[in-house]
Structure formats: structure tokens, C-alpha cells
């Protein structure tokens, strides 16, 4: 039998009355500090036969921090006691302070509190903000299936639900399953290691819906996609081409192509790093992506003197209300963000205007039914086609992982496609062996 309590006490006469935590195993009492000092005047010690604990009385100046952190820390002793029997480990001393230890000094082993903790951890180390979100929106997702869940609670019985629910309720595709349950995957993966739980309920669910390959555009939907007539209204289309064609010439990603700015540009090649990895790229420049630039280049310029009249006329509109007796704060503080976001945009030495990720894909799928291509035509689709079709061009591995800005070839192959047409032209080569050629 094992009881936690909280209590005041004093080493030596003279010294400050610190708080502890008396955990008594059998009748065996140890204490832990909680590294916080109170005075026995602003004490109550509760009554533990009638569950009454211990607390901080409101006339301390502090009580709200110093109650706030008994009930976390008594919390956490009472969740390391029931990990030691839901583990059938016998509750002693030693596996008691092991087990404490193992969850950061009694850190909870609330699911969202670790995970949290553990994405903080991650970020210090400077992975990437998008991945970060990823993790955060996989913790949401777990608690909005079941509030206030315990890694305990995280079992074969619940991934199955918890696959379910992302199916059936979410409404998500199979490959947003598989990354959301990864990353599952991953924060029960570091439990287990740090000794917090005592098995991984991964070891025997298998995850299905494994991430769709994305497949390259062949030269002649290439072309598809650059000889379509677009008509003129549909501006969004028109840019979202350009930008597609950019990156399946520069294998930029999204956030890259973006990025892009006009000082990165010289005379023959794009010198800027990778968002992803900081690898430094230099992509030189082909004769289609100078057009493309050139191209850009010419609406930029009309769509800047554009929002210069725009601003002009805000800005006039701005002074108006200011000189106006009765002021309207709420109008003006719009006329004053709305001016803000046009300056911005003015000052952009960006290629490509921003656009939601989404939007664009969006483009690109409706570009993908105009050509009559039967592709899931995504952004990154760019860089597995610079991928394919520079690998079946003849161009070296070394040259395309240094464009790419790759640095493994093991990260090359899950880009590198073999395109039809070079299938075809290889194969051919099989007839000069003569045990595959018909005698004549």
C-alpha cells in the first residue's frame, strides 16, 4: 500500500520550511522536495483520513503558483504509482524514484503534456516549423477523439478507433492516416524508450495507407501543360503555369519557389539556400526559365503600379477620416493595416506573389483536366519530374543531388522515375543481343 501527501518541513531551527512531497510505501515514509518554502502560519496540513490535502492558505502572497504546483507534482506521484500497477511492477521505494526519474522528476504522463513537451524539445533543436505543425496537428487529433488521455490509454484497441475516427469523421485520405499515425508512432516510441510506458502498442499494428507515390509528369504532358491555351480572364491559371514550370525547371518546392527573391538571380543561375535542409542551391538557368522570369518580370511591374494607385487613394481616403471631427478608430485602424499590406507587397523583392499551398494545387489539378492528364497534379510533382527527366537525360547523379539540394542518394531514388519513352529506348538495346534477335 502506497499513499502520497504533502507537508511542511524544517531541516534545522532557523532554516526555511520547505515543501515536500511524503510518499510512504508500506509504512516506510520518503520524502520529495518540491523546492518551495512556505511559512507555518499560511499552512494547512489537511486530513489525510478524510482525503482533505495539504494546501497553501490564501492569505500567502504566492498561494495560486505554490497550490498550483502540489496538485501538479501530487498528480504525478499518483501517475507513477499507477503506472507501477498497471505494469505489475511491485511498488517500492527504488521503483518508485526509477520511475519518477524516467518521467523528467514526475513530469505527467498526460499524453498532450508530453507531447507538448516533447515538440518544444524538438524545436529547440531547430526542426523544421512545418513538421512541428504536423506533430501539433497530430496531438489535436488525438484529443479531440479522447480529452485528457493517458499514454496508458494508448493501446491496440485505441489506434484502431483512432484510425477509424480519422477515416470516417475527419474524412481524411489514406496517406493523411498513415502520417498522422506516425507520428503517433512516434511519440509512443519515445515513451516506451524513456521507460514511461512498459509496451508499445505499435509492436502488433501494422499502419496501412501507406503514402501515395507521386509520378512524374512525362515530356509530352510536359508540353501539354505549356502549349495549353489558356483564356485570358483566368489569370490564377495562367500564373499557377508559370510557377509549375518554374519549379519543374529549377526543382524548387513550393516554399522555395516563394522564397525566391530577384537579388538570388544572376546572369546564369539561381544562388540561394534550401528552406528544408540550408543546403546552399545553384540551379543554372534554362532558356525556358529565363522566359518565365521574363514573363514574371512583366507583370510584376503592372500589378506594383496597380497597388501604387491603390495606396494612393487609400491613403487619401485615410486623410479624409482623420480630418473628420467625429473619427471613426475601427475605419481608419483597417484603412491603416490594409495600406500596410499593399506597402508590403509593393516592397517584395519576391519573384512570385504569395498564395495559400491549396489554392494552388487547386490550379494546377484544374490545368491537370484541361490537358486531359490523369495525374494527381500537386506542386511537389515538379520535383520528381526535373528528378526523371534529368536522370533520363543523361545528366549525372552528382550534378542533380547538387541542384536539388540533396545530399544522400538514398533521398535521389524516391524522386527518380523511368519515363516511357526511355524505358522503350533501353530496352531496344537487349536486341543487340543476339540470343533476343529474330535470325533474319
Same mark, same amino acid.
Given at each position: 500500500?502506497?499513499?502520497?501527501?504533502?507537508?511542511?518541513?524544517?531541516?534545522?531551527?532557523?532554516?526555511?520550511?520547505?515543501?515536500?512531497?511524503?510518499?510512504?510505501?508500506?509504512?516506510?515514509?520518503?520524502?520529495?522536495?518540491?523546492?518551495?518554502?512556505?511559512?507555518?502560519?499560511?499552512?494547512?496540513?489537511?486530513?489525510?483520513?478524510?482525503?482533505?490535502?495539504?494546501?497553501?492558505?490564501?492569505?500567502?502572497?504566492?498561494?495560486?503558483?505554490?497550490?498550483?504546483?502540489?496538485?501538479?507534482?501530487?498528480?504525478?506521484?499518483?501517475?507513477?504509482?499507477?503506472?507501477?500497477?498497471?505494469?505489475?511492477?511491485?511498488?517500492?521505494?527504488?521503483?518508485?524514484?526509477?520511475?519518477?526519474?524516467?518521467?523528467?522528476?514526475?513530469?505527467?504522463?498526460?499524453?498532450?503534456?508530453?507531447?507538448?513537451?516533447?515538440?518544444?524539445?524538438?524545436?529547440?533543436?531547430?526542426?523544421?516549423?512545418?513538421?512541428?505543425?504536423?506533430?501539433?496537428?497530430?496531438?489535436?487529433?488525438?484529443?479531440?477523439?479522447?480529452?485528457?488521455?493517458?499514454?496508458?490509454?494508448?493501446?491496440?484497441?485505441?489506434?484502431?478507433?483512432?484510425?477509424?475516427?480519422?477515416?470516417?469523421?475527419?474524412?481524411?485520405?489514406?496517406?493523411?492516416?498513415?502520417?498522422?499515425?506516425?507520428?503517433?508512432?512516434?511519440?509512443?516510441?519515445?515513451?516506451?524508450?524513456?521507460?514511461?510506458?512498459?509496451?508499445?502498442?505499435?509492436?502488433?499494428?501494422?499502419?496501412?495507407?501507406?503514402?501515395?507515390?507521386?509520378?512524374?509528369?512525362?515530356?509530352?504532358?510536359?508540353?501539354?501543360?505549356?502549349?495549353?491555351?489558356?483564356?485570358?480572364?483566368?489569370?490564377?491559371?495562367?500564373?499557377?503555369?508559370?510557377?509549375?514550370?518554374?519549379?519543374?525547371?529549377?526543382?524548387?518546392?513550393?516554399?522555395?519557389?516563394?522564397?525566391?527573391?530577384?537579388?538570388?538571380?544572376?546572369?546564369?543561375?539561381?544562388?540561394?539556400?534550401?528552406?528544408?535542409?540550408?543546403?546552399?542551391?545553384?540551379?543554372?538557368?534554362?532558356?525556358?526559365?529565363?522566359?518565365?522570369?521574363?514573363?514574371?518580370?512583366?507583370?510584376?511591374?503592372?500589378?506594383?503600379? /496597380?497597388?501604387?494607385?491603390? !495606396? &494612393?487613394? =487609400? @491613403?487619401?481616403? %485615410?486623410?479624409?477620416?482623420?480630418?473628420?471631427? +467625429?473619427?471613426?478608430?475601427?475605419?481608419?485602424? /483597417?484603412?491603416?493595416?490594409? !495600406? &500596410?499590406? =499593399? @506597402?508590403?507587397? %509593393?516592397?517584395?523583392?519576391?519573384?512570385?506573389? +504569395?498564395?495559400?499551398?491549396?489554392?494552388?494545387?487547386?490550379?494546377?489539378?484544374?490545368?491537370?483536366?484541361?490537358?486531359?492528364?490523369?495525374?494527381?497534379?500537386?506542386?511537389?510533382?515538379?520535383?520528381?519530374?526535373?528528378?526523371?527527366?534529368?536522370?533520363?537525360?543523361?545528366?549525372?547523379?552528382?550534378?542533380?543531388?547538387?541542384?536539388?539540394?540533396?545530399?544522400?542518394?538514398?533521398?535521389?531514388?524516391?524522386?527518380?522515375?523511368?519515363?516511357?519513352?526511355?524505358?522503350?529506348?533501353?530496352?531496344?538495346?537487349?536486341?543487340?543481343?543476339?540470343?533476343?534477335?529474330?535470325?533474319?
Amino acid at each position: 500500500m502506497a499513499t502520497v501527501r504533502a507537508v511542511l518541513r524544517q531541516q534545522r531551527e532557523g532554516d526555511p520550511h520547505y515543501i515536500y512531497l511524503l510518499v510512504t510505501v508500506g509504512s516506510v515514509p520518503r520524502p520529495i522536495s518540491l523546492r518551495a518554502t512556505c511559512t507555518p502560519e499560511h499552512w494547512d496540513p489537511g486530513d489525510s483520513k478524510n482525503k482533505i490535502p495539504a494546501r497553501v492558505l490564501p492569505s500567502h502572497h504566492d498561494h495560486h503558483f505554490l497550490n498550483q504546483l502540489i496538485r501538479k507534482k501530487f498528480s504525478a506521484a499518483e501517475q507513477v504509482l499507477n503506472l507501477l500497477q498497471l505494469n505489475n511492477i511491485p511498488i517500492t521505494h527504488s521503483a518508485f524514484s526509477q520511475y519518477w526519474g524516467s518521467a523528467g522528476g514526475g513530469a505527467s504522463t498526460d499524453f498532450k503534456t508530453f507531447a507538448n513537451d516533447l515538440i518544444e524539445l524538438k524545436r529547440k533543436k531547430k526542426l523544421h516549423e512545418d513538421t512541428l505543425g504536423n506533430y501539433t496537428q497530430c496531438v489535436n487529433k488525438v484529443c479531440e477523439l479522447r480529452p485528457g488521455i493517458s499514454l496508458f490509454d494508448i493501446n491496440h484497441e485505441f489506434l484502431e478507433r483512432f484510425e477509424a475516427f480519422l477515416i470516417d469523421d475527419c474524412r481524411h485520405e489514406l496517406s493523411t492516416v498513415a502520417k498522422h499515425l506516425s507520428h503517433l508512432r512516434m511519440f509512443v516510441k519515445k515513451a516506451f524508450a524513456r521507460g514511461i510506458i512498459k509496451a508499445n502498442p505499435f509492436a502488433e499494428f501494422q499502419i496501412s495507407g501507406a503514402r501515395s507515390q507521386r509520378m512524374p509528369l512525362s515530356s509530352q504532358q510536359l508540353l501539354a501543360i505549356r502549349n495549353l491555351e489558356i483564356p485570358e480572364h483566368m489569370h490564377g491559371l495562367e500564373r499557377a503555369r508559370r510557377r509549375f514550370l518554374f519549379q519543374c525547371c529549377t526543382s524548387m518546392a513550393f516554399v522555395d519557389m516563394l522564397a525566391v527573391q530577384w537579388s538570388q538571380i544572376t546572369e546564369h543561375a539561381i544562388l540561394r539556400p534550401r528552406k528544408k535542409s540550408k543546403e546552399q542551391q545553384n540551379i543554372p538557368l534554362l532558356d525556358l526559365t529565363r522566359w518565365i522570369l521574363d514573363q514574371q518580370k512583366a507583370e510584376l511591374e503592372q500589378i506594383r503600379a /496597380r497597388i501604387a494607385c491603390s !495606396i &494612393d487613394a =487609400l @491613403q487619401r481616403k %485615410l486623410s479624409h477620416f482623420q480630418e473628420t471631427a +467625429s473619427k471613426d478608430s475601427v475605419r481608419i485602424g /483597417r484603412l491603416k493595416r490594409r !495600406i &500596410d499590406r =499593399l @506597402q508590403a507587397r %509593393l516592397d517584395s523583392n519576391c519573384v512570385f506573389e +504569395s498564395i495559400a499551398n491549396f489554392k494552388y494545387n487547386k490550379h494546377l489539378k484544374t490545368l491537370a483536366a484541361m490537358a486531359k492528364i490523369e495525374i494527381d497534379l500537386i506542386s511537389h510533382v515538379a520535383r520528381y519530374t526535373f528528378a526523371t527527366q534529368a536522370l533520363n537525360a543523361g545528366v549525372s547523379k552528382e550534378a542533380v543531388m547538387d541542384i536539388m539540394g540533396i545530399t544522400q542518394e538514398k533521398t535521389l531514388r524516391i524522386y527518380q522515375r523511368v519515363a516511357d519513352e526511355f524505358r522503350v529506348t533501353e530496352m531496344k538495346k537487349m536486341e543487340n543481343i543476339q540470343a533476343f534477335r529474330l535470325q533474319a
